[in-house]
């Protein structure tokens, strides 16, 4: 049922039922705060629910880094009270060329024993991979894995029943001081943060283009997992350097760029990051392409699913049945990782800027909150 809202006054307002404006709500909320959350849509649909369920930890970097060490114990911490599933399974990186194992053995050298280095037959007894090429991989097993599609509304359940007021399918128009503009009325709201994702960028059009945000498109599939396989961690690939700073900045990395640019130019061109993460029900989901733009074609190329497949097929030695396709879209910043603006006394605008939300958005949240002063 739909209805106006309600004229009380909040502590705290949050746009958004993504995992950014779950964890203002929940850390809010722990610190005693009256809190509203107002989502346009029934439920979340957009880059929270879309991902792979990747807590990754241990490859983050600096700021991120930090955020993604606060958060992990906030994840787990969730987990148990909202009752959703969370496997602290680690993430793999594999090595299939020896540039590739070079990196995860300066990688785990400088994470303090957080990293395990594996041969390939402790690579296999994690995880199916079939590619004869496999040299071994590298198990941060710090990092945990979700089911974004059940742990979203998981948390905004647990949320509603620990006295957060949740509307649904109300569409927010603008904020100003103390109250928040939204298409069934105003909410009076002392603080106000607008966790809107990559839509920050049609209620504050101005800051988002002051911080270069565009963005981010990405392609992802989930298939059947071949039979008899296992896979326990999230894994990842020597495409990971293009992708996480705590790899890309090793001494290594710019071997493996360049023998991708000789090699794979197709799956540079298409910014493929070949990672993978398997659901409780056993399935696979795959990823991912990127993309950057203000505005993407409504329309997925069949070229770059073709090319996830083909790079699928090589890691896990057997043909793929495809059960569902979509694209997913994140905010992103060349010039700022998390973009937080005050744009008037009270209104805060949270987004994650690097694709890392779920790693670290609760960890990023938690700094917000220190900054609004709760
Ligand atoms: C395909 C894909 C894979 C990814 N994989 C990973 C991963 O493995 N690990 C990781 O850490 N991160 C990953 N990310 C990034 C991560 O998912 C995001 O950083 C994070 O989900 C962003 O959360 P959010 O709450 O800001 O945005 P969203 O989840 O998009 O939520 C924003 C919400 O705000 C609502 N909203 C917007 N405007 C309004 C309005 N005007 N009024 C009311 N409501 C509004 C939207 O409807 C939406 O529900 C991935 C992202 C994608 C797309």
Known sequence: MVSRVTPLRY?????????????HAALARERGMSVVVVERYDRAVGASVRNFGHIGVTTQEDEALVHARAGREYWLRLAAQAGFWIQPAGTLILARAEDEHAIIEEFAAQRDGSVRVLDARGVREIASIADPRLLGGALCEDDLRVSSV?????IASYLAASGVDFHFRTNVTGASTGVLHTGRGDIEASTIVVAAGHDTDMLFPDLAEE?????CLLHMLEVDAPPGSVFSPVILTGTAVLRYRG???????????DRLARDHP?????LVNVKMSQRPNGRLVLGDTHAYAHTHDPFREEELDDLLLREFHALLGAPLRVRRRWHGEYAHSETEDYFVREPVPGVFLACVTNGTGMSTGL?????????VGY
């Open 150 to 154: 059940e742990a979203i509304p998981a």
């Open 211 to 215: 911080a270069n945000i565009q963005r």
């Open 266 to 270: 197709d799956l540079l061109a298409a």
């Open 247 to 257: 790899l890309s900045q090793r001494a290594a990395a710019q071997s493996i760029r």
């Open 363 to 371: 960890g990023f949240a938690r700094s917000v909150l220190d900054r």
């Open 11 to 23: 502590d705290l307002a949050v746009v958004g039922a993504g995992i950014i404006g779950l964890a």
